[in-house]
T-cell receptor, first 109, second 110 residues
């Protein structure tokens, strides 16, 4: 059973702060790692992916991967109210994607 | 814009009925996956089609079935609907190793 675990939250941060979202996975054979943002009533939207150990930055978003610890994180700098959403962590093993239950983030103006 | 379109966006059925959900993708997307997302949960893999053949299936009963057509459109069929089938059904295509979703079809079973 391939599992992806996330703290469901809710996580609240003030506007302008750094939001830190965490995810662990069980399958060491997982090849790729993804973060999706899902607004209420909408479908998930891919915002970041990372394949190698270390950090990957894209604008205000930084994904961090530690394969030895089976740990993926997403940092959102200068958080904005529009970042308020559920963030889903996903891993790919073979041709299947496995998702966590998501972390609800609220950015308080 | 993911190039994945789903219909209908919302529908209501009663227990025991059958439902067909549809998905179309831009030409060249010869692989399509279907996911079920229950309220408060992450998407769960139902099955995947590649060039009209099922080539992967998650832990869903046989009453969940699908088709993929030569024009790359796809259908998800669910027979004998149960209350727990109420969910957002997502069609997705892998593009360059990443997975992109359509807008989803929200099914409510009463």
């Amino acid at each position: 059973q391939k599992e992806v675990e996330q703290n469901s939250g809710p996580l609240s941060v003030p506007e302008g702060a750094i939001a830190s979202l965490n995810c662990t996975y069980s399958d060491r054979g997982s090849q790729s790692f993804f973060w999706y943002r899902q607004y209420s009533g909408k479908s998930p939207e891919l915002i970041m992916f990372i394949y190698s150990n270390g950090d990957k930055e894209d604008g205000r978003f930084t994904a961090q991967l530690n394969k030895a610890s089976q740990y993926v994180s997403l940092l959102i700098r200068d958080s904005q109210p529009s970042d308020s959403a559920t963030y889903l962590c996903a891993v790919r093993a073979g041709n299947q994607f496995y998702f966590g239950t998501g972390t609800s983030l609220t950015v308080i103006p | 814009e993911t190039g994945v379109t789903q219909s209908p966006t919302h529908l209501i059925k009663t227990r025991g009925q059958q439902v067909t959900l549809r998905c179309s993708s831009q030409s060249g997307h010869n692989t399509v996956s279907w996911y079920q997302q229950a309220l408060g949960q992450g998407p769960q893999f139902i099955f995947q089609y590649y060039r009209e053949e099922e080539n992967g299936r998650g832990n869903f009963p046989p009453r969940f079935s699908g088709l993929q057509f030569p024009n790359y459109s796809s259908e998800l069929n669910v027979n004998a609907l149960e209350l727990d089938d109420s969910a957002l059904y997502l069609c997705a295509t892998p593009q360059g190793g990443e997975l992109f979703f359509g807008e989803g079809s929200r099914l409510t079973v009463l």
